[in-house]
């Protein structure tokens, strides 16, 4: 697998992920043909270019957890609509994108 292709499909991807949604970075491996990649997807979004304007604070765990140590990631979630549960985690059954009608899937 060529790491730039993959990190390609992640970003477009997740440019994809509506305003007031969130998708899992799960998900996102599973779009992009590679499910157990996970942690690639994140890797991916770390290095992202600034001037692609991937909107990778729409991406979240499979609990809804936030990513560790970005504290500006509520505040984006939040300027969106989104806002987090009690416990800090968003809502999955509520903001979770529904990617079914993406592409044709």
């Avoid at 730039?4 to 007031?20: H, M, N, T």
């Avoid at 799960?26 to 979004?45: D, H, N």
């Avoid at 770390?46 to 970005?70: E, K, M, S, Y």
Wanted: with cysteine.
């Amino acid at each position: 697998m060529n790491r730039k292709e993959f990190s390609d499909k992640v970003y477009a991807i997740v440019l994809d992920i509506p305003l007031g949604s969130v998708a899992t970075y799960g998900m996102i491996a599973f779009l992009s043909g590679y499910p157990q990649r996970s942690r690639m997807v994140g890797q991916a979004l770390h290095h992202a270019p600034d001037f692609l304007c991937i909107p990778c604070h729409r991406v979240v765990n499979c609990q809804g957890r936030l990513t560790p140590g970005w504290a500006d990631q509520k505040q984006l979630l939040s300027n969106e609509g989104i806002h987090l549960k009690e416990n800090g985690c968003v809502d999955l059954k509520k903001y979770l994108w529904n990617f079914a009608f993406r592409g044709g899937l």
